[in-house]
Structures are given as C-alpha cells and as structure tokens.
C-alpha cells in the first residue's frame, strides 16, 4: 500500500515563494526517480521537475532558474521550492515517483492526489 501525498500548496502573490512536498508511505524497497507535473485549467498536464536517484535534474524551461527540485531520502519525500512565482504558475501540482515495494522487484508509477497552487497577480 505505497502512497504519495502531496502538501505546501496554497495562494500567494506574484513574486513569492512556496514549497511543495510530497512523502512516500508504505512498504518501499527503493524509490528511483521522483517528479512533480502541473496542470493548470484548459491546458494539459506538463512535467515540471525531475529528480534521479543519484539527484541528477532536469526542469521545464518555463520554470529554470526559479524553482528547484530536491529529495530527502531518509523521510521519502521530494521537494519543490519555487521562488519568483508567476500567475502563469497556477495549477494543481501532482508528485510522481518510481517506486520498486518491498514484495516486488518491478519498478510501479506511482503519484499523489495533488495540491493547488494558486498565485495572484
């Protein structure tokens, strides 16, 4: 019963900083790589940040430079901090992560319900 829930979202003026978290529970052998997408409404879902297990990153150019994807492997939990939010920047931010569970030795998607991230202008 491995799950990710996400938290840290909320509403903000433009310019200012939040930061998402998202904690794996469960029964976990080993998570691999982790990620956060968005979805703003009317748009399709788009990857924001990855992070590898040996913390190798990759970004959207729409946010580089502003936010920054982090891990914590001892609390199972990916971060992102973004700074310089943009009302471009709204949406429902949902946490992925590639998880092999103790009974398995498949690697299995898994992600978060997602939290709203709302930046006013």
């Known amino acids: 019963q491995v799950q990710l829930v996400e938290s840290g979202g909320g509403l903000v003026q433009a310019g200012g900083s939040l930061r998402l978290s998202c904690a794996a529970s469960?029964?976990?052998?080993?998570?691999?790589?982790m990620g956060w997408y968005r979805q703003a409404p009317g748009k399709q879902r788009e990857l924001v940040a990855t992070i590898t297990s040996g913390t190798n990153t990759n970004y959207a150019d729409s946010v580089k430079g502003r936010f920054t994807i982090s891990r914590d492997n001892a609390k199972n939990t990916v971060y992102l901090q973004m700074n310089s939010l943009e009302p471009e920047d709204t949406a429902v931010y949902t946490c992925n992560a590639a998880i092999m569970p103790s009974s398995s030795v498949y690697i299995h998607s898994y992600w978060g319900p997602g939290t709203q991230v709302t930046v006013s202008s």
């Open positions: 469960g029964s976990i052998f080993r998570i691999n790589a």
